[in-house]
């Protein structure tokens, strides 16, 4: 069964990056907006098995060992999205064009240290332009989509204390929170400063952060940068366009 909800209970149950990301979204939105519908699906004892969160276009869905795969590709068909981003042992039962192989990585926070002064959770338009342009030319971990709407969502996120921001010459991230957690929604060196450096000062910047614990989610070929920077590989999510 899979029902709407508008409560946080159960989501504790839920801990893997696609539950993050849910949680991330409850932060900024909360319940009240038509665009971010949230539902979780309980099996035949009443358990909770998956959580699904539906964000204008984009699906995002966690599931446990519980989960009935075949409802959820029945309820997924009747949404009208573009992509869904969930993990591989969901990918075959969820018809699709097409596929993106991602890697959920992640690192503990530096409990000792201070944020760093390149972080912000103040952004103007023209920094954050600067950023949606770096992402945009230039990265194939990050899928921005049209600026207006990448730019209100981050900049609401901001206000309500559910992002920060790094805006610098050389590049630049955008991070998205729960409050607990942070995902590096997207980082990006330019060309010419890259091999300098640049990369791992953002990331520890981030770590400086009150938050325990940091996620990214990136391609193949990018896995060795967060392992340098002393993160560890969580397993395997897919990005379905649909």
């Known amino acids: 069964m899979i029902i709407e909800t508008e409560s946080l209970e159960h989501f ?25 519908k949230c539902y979780m699906q309980f099996d035949s004892l009443n358990k909770p098995a998956a959580l699904i969160a539906k964000f204008y276009g984009s699906l995002t869905v966690s599931v446990l060992d519980n989960c009935n795969t075949d409802e959820i590709s029945q309820f997924i068909n009747m949404l009208p999205i573009n992509e869904i981003l969930c ?18 990585m992640t690192v ?10 390149e972080l912000t959770n103040h952004c103007g ?35 309500h204390g559910a ?4 805006s610098k010459p050389y590049g630049g991230c955008v991070s998205i929170t729960n409050g607990e957690e942070i995902i590096i929604n997207g980082i990006i060196v330019q060309k010419n400063h890259r091999r300098m450096g ?8 981030i770590c400086g952060l009150p938050e325990n614990r940091i996620w990214a ?7 060795p940068f967060y392992i340098n920077c002393g993160f560890s ?10």
């Open 12 to 36: 504790d149950d839920f801990k893997d990056y696609c539950a993050l990301k849910i949680k991330c979204l409850i932060k900024a939105y909360g319940f009240g907006y038509d665009f971010l």
């Open 87 to 104: 993990a591989l042992s969901l990918c075959n039962a969820v018809p699709h064009l097409s596929s993106t192989e991602c890697f959920a």
């Open 108 to 117: 503990e926070t530096h409990s000792n240290s201070s944020p760093s002064t």
């Open 125 to 159: 338009y023209e920094e954050l332009k600067h950023i949606y342009d770096m992402f945009s030319s230039d990265n194939e971990d990050i899928s921005v989509g049209d600026f207006q709407h990448w730019y209100t969502d981050v900049n609401h996120r901001l206000r």
């Open 163 to 166: 992002a920060y921001v790094v």
């Open 198 to 205: 640049y990369g791992r000062k953002i990331i520890d910047s």
């Open 217 to 223: 989610l990136c391609t193949e070929k990018n896995i």
């Open 233 to 242: 590989n969580q397993g395997n999510y897919n990005i379905l366009k649909v």
